[in-house]
């Protein structure tokens, strides 16, 4: 952290590391997902470094993503990537397959770990509605969904309730915490 009140600083130093290293990905999936976009996610917390890459699911049962990284451990994750610039009122989405386990991958110069993340199409739909105390519907309440065990799966789901208090959860069969908030 910088902080002050003169016109310049001096000291703020910076070193950029080439990416000369990358972590090849594959993502297995049903052909149901084909179009959809997953973006993948890896941060190495000793450097801080921080890396993303989006990709459309192509037809078939696998898609691949290379990324270029700096050597170190990483924690990578795969989501499924939502156009939030088309949204008109709310951030709510249908999701088209839920989250895989995070993975870490230790990643040495020279050697280019590969890693496969299986995407499970979201098939079962978790529905409800949120009310105020006189039992109108509540629009724009924020709603998650997530697995009651993060050791087997990080699936989660997050949207809004619609303008009657509703709202839609697609998810992968399995046992759920549903959370409202505002």
């Given at each position: 952290?910088?902080?002050?009140?003169?016109?310049?600083?001096?000291?703020?130093?910076f070193?950029?590391?080439?990416?000369?290293?990358?972590?090849?990905?594959?993502?297995?999936?049903?052909?149901?997902?084909?179009?959809?976009?997953?973006?993948?996610?890896?941060?190495?917390?000793?450097?801080?470094?921080?890396v993303?890459?989006?990709?459309?699911l192509?037809?078939?049962?696998?898609?691949?993503?290379?990324?270029?990284?700096?050597?170190?451990?990483?924690?990578?994750?795969?989501?499924?990537?939502?156009?939030?610039?088309?949204?008109?009122?709310?951030?709510?989405?249908?999701?088209s397959?839920t989250?895989?386990?995070?993975?870490?991958?230790?990643?040495?110069?020279?050697?280019?770990?590969?890693?496969?993340?299986?995407?499970?199409?979201?098939?079962k739909k978790?529905?409800?509605?949120?009310?105020?105390?006189?039992?109108?519907?509540?629009?724009?309440?924020?709603?998650?969904?997530?697995?009651?065990?993060?050791?087997?799966?990080?699936?989660?789901?997050?949207?809004?309730?619609?303008?009657?208090?509703?709202?839609?959860?697609?998810?992968?069969a399995?046992?759920?915490?549903?959370?409202?908030?505002?």
């Amino acid at each position: 952290v910088i902080s002050s009140t003169a016109q310049t600083v001096t000291g703020a130093d910076f070193t950029v590391s080439t990416k000369s290293d990358t972590i090849n990905v594959t993502l297995t999936h049903s052909a149901s997902l084909a179009g959809k976009k997953a973006s993948l996610y890896c941060w190495d917390q000793k450097s801080s470094e921080y890396v993303s890459k989006t990709v459309t699911l192509v037809s078939g049962s696998s898609s691949s993503i290379t990324i270029s990284v700096t050597p170190g451990t990483k924690s990578c994750s795969v989501y499924e990537s939502h156009d939030w610039s088309s949204s008109t009122t709310s951030y709510s989405y249908e999701s088209s397959f839920t989250a895989p386990a995070t993975q870490t991958v230790t990643v040495t110069s020279g050697v280019a770990p590969t890693v496969t993340f299986a995407l499970s199409a979201a098939d079962k739909k978790i529905t409800g509605f949120v009310y105020d105390q006189s039992g109108k519907g509540l629009a724009g309440v924020s709603i998650s969904m997530y697995t009651h065990d993060y050791t087997t799966s990080a699936s989660s789901v997050w949207t809004q309730t619609n303008s009657d208090g509703s709202f839609t959860g697609n998810v992968v069969a399995g046992t759920y915490i549903v959370s409202a908030y505002q």
